[in-house]
């Protein structure tokens, strides 16, 4: 069935630092991207998102690549602070509509001042 | 404001037992989605629904049923629960359309002993 990749599973930054998160997926047909920050105790939250016809986006100190045809898409977190740390999700639709999503296992990402 | 509610923040049952987890959303969304969040495996696809009455199984169903009668409600049903199911499990949903944000409930922490 459909998968997504996610790499690394923990990453420790100092604060100011980038912090770079990647995934690949395996289904040619998906065509949404979007990632979610989980902070500790609290819902995921959508951060950022990407569709299949682009392949940069950025808001702000986040940016979303994507590679279609080696089917890997990044996370780009730069200036980091103390309050970007959380577990962080990536995400690939399974489905037309880009209702469905398959996520990966998530990054812990810690940010040390 | 998106409100997604589950019925119980923690619940404790024994083997065996039948389990019945609800979700409501006040804004009117046309999905809904059912995940369990186990540490090291992210969140992984039960269930979703597209309309009511309407269910299409995720990646991992095996132990689990739905329901939705009502648009706002999607429940989620362990038959007969074992230790196994024991997890944290989210909710979700989405207006129609392409490519929105899943708004995630609070989560329901089961622990069956």
Same mark, same amino acid.
């Given at each position: 069935?459909?998968?997504?990749?996610?790499?690394?599973?923990?990453?420790?930054?100092?604060?100011?630092?980038?912090?770079?998160?990647?995934?690949?997926?395996?289904?040619?047909?998906?065509?949404?991207?979007?990632?979610?920050?989980?902070?500790?105790?609290?819902?995921?939250?959508?951060?950022?998102?990407?569709?299949?016809?682009?392949?940069?986006?950025?808001?702000?100190?986040?940016?979303?690549?994507?590679?279609?045809?080696?089917?890997?898409?990044?996370?780009?977190?730069?200036?980091?602070?103390?309050?970007?740390?959380?577990?962080?999700?990536?995400?690939?639709?399974?489905?037309?509509?880009?209702?469905?999503?398959?996520?990966?296992?998530?990054?812990?990402?810690?940010?040390?001042? | 404001?998106?409100?997604?509610?589950?019925? &119980?923040?923690?619940? /404790?049952?024994?083997?065996?037992?039948?389990?019945?987890?609800?979700?409501?959303?006040?804004?009117?969304?046309?999905?809904?989605?059912?995940?369990?969040?186990?540490?090291?495996?992210?969140?992984?696809?039960?269930?979703?629904?597209?309309?009511?009455?309407?269910?299409?199984?995720?990646?991992?169903?095996?132990?689990?049923?739905?329901?939705?009668?009502?648009?706002?409600?999607? &429940?989620?049903?362990?038959?007969?629960?074992?230790?196994?199911?024991?997890?944290?499990?989210?909710?979700? &949903?989405?207006?129609?359309?392409?490519?929105?944000?899943?708004?995630?409930?609070?989560?329901?922490?089961?622990? /069956?002993?």
């Amino acid at each position: 069935g459909e998968n997504v990749e996610q790499h690394p599973s923990t990453l420790s930054v100092q604060e100011g630092d980038s912090a770079v998160i990647k995934c690949t997926y395996s289904d040619s047909a998906s065509n949404y991207f979007p990632w979610y920050k989980q902070e500790l105790g609290k819902r995921p939250q959508l951060i950022i998102d990407i569709r299949s016809n682009v392949g940069e986006k950025k808001d702000q100190r986040i940016a979303v690549t994507l590679n279609k045809t080696a089917k890997h898409f990044s996370l780009h977190i730069t200036e980091t602070q103390p309050e970007d740390s959380a577990v962080y999700f990536c995400a690939a639709s399974i489905n037309q509509a880009g209702t469905a999503l398959i996520f990966g296992k998530g990054t812990t990402l810690s940010v040390s001042s | 404001d998106v409100k997604v509610t589950q019925s &119980s923040r923690y619940l /404790v049952k024994r083997t065996g037992e039948k389990v019945f987890l609800e979700c409501v959303q006040d804004m009117d969304h046309e999905n809904m989605f059912w995940y369990r969040q186990d540490p090291g495996l992210g969140l992984r696809l039960i269930y979703f629904s597209y309309d009511v009455k309407m269910k299409e199984k995720g990646d991992i169903p095996e132990g689990y049923s739905v329901s939705r009668e009502k648009k706002e409600r999607f &429940s989620l049903i362990l038959e007969s629960a074992s230790t196994n199911q024991t997890s944290m499990y989210l909710c979700a &949903s989405i207006p129609r359309g392409v490519w929105n944000e899943q708004f995630f409930g609070p989560g329901t922490r089961l622990t /069956v002993l």
